[in-house]
Every structure is written in structure tokens, then in C-alpha cells.
């Protein structure tokens, strides 16, 4: 049985979309008869993967929390790592390395005896080593060839977008027209003022039965539940284990465009976003470009109170909720998993290294 190694970081300082989406891969890699293992550094608010998928086992890598950020980590904190999967998997041949962490970089990746290596990336910022990379926001090629040290092939754009089956499920039976609750979701990483706001904002707009989801280790969770429970049809909830069910009956989204963008494409929900992160400007402007959201600029208090108000009413109108559903569609269909394990199931660009 091959063996899959995933290097992979979840908190809410990170949010979950990277777990997330990894998983989905792994899933697809274990139906192709790979053995998976996540491995991962422990931070307080970290998720287990065995929680989410008892087939995934999990290594987690003994170092204090306060490394965790966004910023490319150094020498010794990426050859930590690498020195600890070696030390781990010295038994093993490792066939595929999937890396998704802004933190590491050429230098942990080279040091980690994969056959083939692929990295996710929606960051411009440090260089590879890698057999494949991974972009579901970008379209045009070419813009890491500065970046890897070595031949490459990347896989881009929406249609290698990590989906789950049962967000494909909920396509098959998703109906706008049947669909009556708004969902407004900042993402794992919100600590919560920015669904304060919108929450404000839909209360004045007479915004109708609104679903908000918070991470409940968010400091505005019990304010936002105490405010969502004196507005009638307004309710809160910690993230979701069904999110896909919910998105089957959400007729208009509010939040982020991060990591539920091709989830919420891939069902058709109309959507109103907010880049809140560098890593999801590329989203963004992508998913502007195929008419498939409203954007509508940085995450920010003015910019909620000024310009959500105008695009909620504009998508009061059904055809232009009919529109943008359409165009969501059509740019993700749902079956990212499948192709990228059917790409790396064949030869990468160079020979394997030792």
C-alpha cells in the first residue's frame, strides 16, 4: 500500500480550510489504496483529523504553539520538521508528500524523502521544490516558474478545487427557488467583529431568517448569539459538521471568499464576499471576473455598513440571484479530488530524487 504523508497546520488562527481541503484529497487518495497519515503541530485550538476521518492517521510534531503564523518559518524550525518525518517514516518509502502550510518552503520540502512531492498554494511568496503545484485560484500559467527549483507541472484553476461528496450530493439537489435562509460565515479564523456587524446591518435591512456561524473560541461568540436570539429568524451556531446540508437550503451567502468559495460555487449559492486575508484575493478577483459573486473589497466594518446594504437589496431581485447561481455553477463542477490524483498517478516532470 503506498503511503501518503500530508503536512498540514489547523487553528483558528489559520482557520480550517486547509485541514479541510486536505482531507477531501486524502479521501480520494485512500479510495486509489493509498495509506494516509496528517502530520501536524499541536496549537489549542488544533483539529484533530481523526475526528473528521477515522482512515486518516495523525502524527503530531512535539513544538511549542507560538510558531504558528502565516510567515515563512525558519531554518530550523522547517528542518525540525523535515528531521521529523524522516525520523518517523524511516521504515517507509513515502510516495506522495502533499504540502499546505505558508510557513515551509524549498527547504523542508527538499529535505523530506518523497517520491513526488505536491504543494498547495495560493501564495506568491517563497520558493518549491515540488513535482506539481496547486492553485484553484489561479488561471494563467507560468507565474511560478520563478519559484521552483526544479520542473513542474501546476494544476490550476477551479476545476482542481477540492469539493467533498457530499457538497457534490447537495449540487445534485440544490433548487434556488425552494431555498429561504441566508448563511453568513467569516471563516475559522474570524474572532467575530465582522459578523457583529453584518448582523447589525441585516437586522436594519429586515434581512429575513439568517443562519451566522462563528467559531465558538471567538471573542464575540456569546454577544452574537445574545443578539441573534432577540431578532426573530436570526440564530448562531458553532461551524457545522454538514455544511453542505446547509448550503442545499441557503438562498443568499455572506462572508469571505475563502475556503467555502468552491464548496458554495461547486451547489450554485449566490454569494456576497469579502476578501479578508491576502491569500483570498485571487479568489476573489477570479471569481468577479466569471460574474460567480458579488465582491466587494477588504473585510472591513466601513465596508460592510456601506456596501452590503446596496448589494443585498440588488440581489432581492431573483433573476439576478438566478444569474450568479448560474455562473457558480459553471465554474466548478466538483470533481477537483478526482483529477488531481489521476495526475499524479502518472510520472512526474523529473526523475523521483533519493
Known amino acids: 500500500m503506498k503511503l501518503a504523508v500530508f503536512r498540514v497546520d489547523s487553528g483558528i488562527t489559520t482557520g480550517q480550510g486547509h485541514l479541510g481541503r486536505c482531507v477531501i484529497l486524502a479521501q480520494e487518495l485512500i479510495k486509489n489504496g493509498y495509506r494516509v497519515v496528517f502530520v501536524s503541530r499541536r496549537y489549542p485550538t488544533s483539529v484533530s483529523v481523526t475526528d473528521l476521518d477515522s482512515r486518516i492517521s495523525e502524527l503530531w510534531i512535539d513544538r511549542p504553539h507560538e510558531f504558528l503564523n502565516e510567515q515563512i518559518w525558519g531554518e530550523v524550525e522547517q528542518t525540525h520538521d523535515a528531521d521529523f518525518i524522516r525520523q518517523s517514516f524511516h521504515a517507509d518509502q513515502i510516495a506522495l508528500l502533499v504540502v499546505d502550510h505558508y510557513g515551509l518552503d524549498h527547504r523542508f520540502e527538499s529535505r523530506v524523502p518523497a517520491e513526488k512531492t505536491l504543494v498547495i498554494d495560493d501564495l506568491f511568496n517563497r520558493t518549491h521544490d515540488a513535482d506539481w503545484i496547486l ?11 520563478n519559484l521552483c527549483l526544479r520542473p513542474y507541472l501546476e494544476l490550476l484553476g477551479p476545476s482542481f478545487a477540492l469539493v467533498s461528496s457530499a457538497v457534490r450530493e447537495s449540487r445534485e439537489r440544490y433548487d434556488l427557488k425552494i431555498t429561504t435562509e441566508n448563511l453568513v460565515y467569516f471563516g475559522g479564523g474570524s474572532w467575530g467583529a465582522e459578523t457583529l456587524e453584518t448582523l447589525e446591518t441585516l437586522k436594519e435591512l429586515n434581512a429575513g431568517p439568517t443562519h451566522f ?28 459538521s454538514d455544511f453542505a446540508g446547509l448550503l442545499q437550503k441557503t438562498r443568499l451567502f455572506i462572508g469571505s471568499s475563502g475556503a467555502t468559495t468552491w464548496d458554495r460555487s461547486s451547489v450554485g449559492v ?25 465582491t466587494l473589497g477588504e473585510l472591513s466594518s466601513v465596508n460592510i455598513r ?13 433573476t439576478a440571484l438566478e ?6 455553477r459553471q465554474l466548478c463542477d466538483g470533481q477537483g479530488a478526482q483529477r488531481i490524483v489521476a ?11 533519493n
Request: net charge positive.
Open 135 to 145: 492553485n484553484t485560484a489561479l488561471e494563467n500559467p507560468g507565474q511560478y516558474a
Open 343 to 353: 495526475e499524479i498517478s502518472k510520472e512526474p516532470v523529473r526523475n523521483s530524487r
Open 213 to 240: 456561524i462563528l467559531n465558538p473560541h471567538a471573542p464575540e461568540f456569546p454577544e452574537l448569539k445574545r443578539r441573534a436570539d432577540l431578532i426573530p429568524g436570526f440564530k448562531t451556531s458553532p461551524p457545522v
Open 306 to 318: 456601506r456596501k452590503l446594504p446596496e448589494a443585498y437589496r440588488r440581489l432581492a431581485d431573483f
Open 323 to 328: 444569474t450568479i447561481s448560474i455562473q457558480a
Open 270 to 294: 449566490p454569494s456576497i464576499v469579502f476578501t479578508a486575508a491576502p491569500n483570498q484575493e485571487g479568489i476573489a478577483t477570479l471569481v468577479e471576473s466569471k460574474q460567480a459573486a458579488v
